[in-house]
């Protein structure tokens, strides 16, 4: 089955630096567009950043953009999300996701909280 496996999450002070990471399993990156979703209770699932499957297709949210950076590594099939200056309305679960047409694929998102 595939299977879409994070890692990085953890408790960070504001103004700190996070590192997501999640690598796919049965799948091939190579094919999909990648992408990060954040959620808080209550509301709805928010796209925090994309990239295409060419890498220099990106987007971000207007609420992230300058402090956070996705990016690929088609050999380590592999999407990372290099999140700086952050903030406490940053905390949210953060969810990879792996895209073709009408084919999505989801990981398991950590928890991200942001606080002194």
């Known amino acids: 089955q595939v299977q879409l496996v994070e890692s990085g999450g953890g408790l960070v002070q504001p103004g700190g630096s996070l590192r997501l990471s999640c690598e796919g399993f049965?799948?091939?990156?190579?094919?999909?567009?990648l992408s990060w979703y954040r959620q808080t209770p209550g509301k709805d699932r928010e796209l925090v950043a994309y990239?295409?499957?060419?890498?220099?297709?990106?987007r971000y949210a207007d609420a992230v953009k300058g402090r956070f950076t996705i990016s690929r590594d088609n050999v380590k099939n592999a999407v990372y999300l290099q999140m700086n200056s952050l903030k406490p309305e940053d905390t949210a679960v953060y969810y990879c996701?792996?895209?073709?047409?009408?084919?999505?694929?989801w990981g398991q998102g950590p928890q991200v909280p942001v606080s002194s």
């Open positions: 996701q792996a895209a073709l047409v009408q084919l999505n694929y």
């Open positions: 990239i295409g499957t060419i890498s220099v297709s990106t």
């Open positions: 049965r799948v091939s990156f190579s094919l999909y567009s």
